[in-house]
T-cell receptor, first 114, second 115 residues
Framework: AQSVTQLDSQVPVFEEAPVELRCNYS??????LFWYVQYPNQGLQLLLK??????LVKGINGFEAEFNKSQTSFHLRKPSVHISDTAEYFC????????????FGSGTRLSIRP | ETGVTQTPRHLVMGMTNKKSLKCEQH?????MYWYKQSAKKPLELMFV???????ENNSVPSRFSPECPNSSHLFLHLHTLQPEDSALYLC??????????????FGPGTRLTVL
């Protein structure tokens, strides 16, 4: 079975500063990894995904994430954040089996200070 | 309408009421999902439907009853709920439940308050 841990429940940063949201997963098999974003009063939207290949994945809105198999991590980064990035971010993992469910982390609330 | 829509967006109900949540997807997908999102907790998968057949039921209490009349519509019927059932209920859809990629598209959710 897979599990995912988001170590930070809240991350406050200043506008135009860089940010990293941490995600660690646990699995005995290869996995697919996702980051979703939830803006206020909206559903979740896919930011980026890692299925295979290059370990550096680029997503929408200038976000990127790096898959690190040895550290079982998939941290999300952005070099310069904007007020509009204020949202909750969810890391998710899915096993390779066709019947695997997507398991979501508990989320990290990113708040941007002007 | 595009994407995944949910109605109502907000619902307040008493413990003895019966209500239904509605989800509609306009993406031509074959799979639909109900999730519960409570404060400070990970998303909890409740039900999965693939081609109108229920393929996943995550030990959800019987006071929640899903219905999928066709591949575009999904309902969640609620009766005799408890205050701890108050949460944001999210609907999602994906092209194919069994696909490796399986990106899910989410609706905006229904904020449910049980008094």
């Amino acid at each position: 079975a897979q599990s995912v841990t988001q170590l930070d429940s809240q991350v406050p940063v200043f506008e135009e500063a860089p940010v990293e949201l941490r995600c660690n997963y646990s699995s005995s098999v290869s996995v697919y990894l996702f980051w979703y974003v939830q803006y206020p009063n909206q559903g979740l939207q896919l930011l980026l995904k890692y299925l295979s290949g290059s370990t550096l994945v680029k997503g929408i809105n200038g976000f990127e994430a790096e898959f690190n198999k040895s550290q079982t991590s998939f941290h999300l980064r952005k070099p310069s954040v904007h007020i509009s990035d204020t949202a909750e971010y969810f890391c998710a993992v899915r096993g390779p089996s066709s019947a695997s469910k997507i398991i979501f982390g508990s989320g990290t609330r990113l708040s941007i200070r002007p | 309408e595009t994407g995944v829509t949910q109605t109502p967006r907000h619902l307040v109900m008493g413990m003895t009421n019966k209500k239904s949540l509605k989800c509609e997807q306009h993406l031509g997908h074959n799979a639909m999902y109900w999730y519960k999102q409570s404060a400070k907790k990970p998303l909890e998968l409740m039900f999965v439907y693939s081609l109108e057949e229920r393929v996943e039921n995550n030990s959800v209490p019987s006071r929640f009853s899903p219905e999928c009349p066709n591949s575009s519509h999904l309902f969640l019927h609620l009766h005799t709920l408890q205050p701890e059932d108050s949460a944001l209920y999210l609907c999602a859809s994906s092209q194919d439940w069994l696909a490796d990629y399986n990106e899910q598209f989410f609706g905006p959710g229904t904020r449910l308050t049980v008094l």
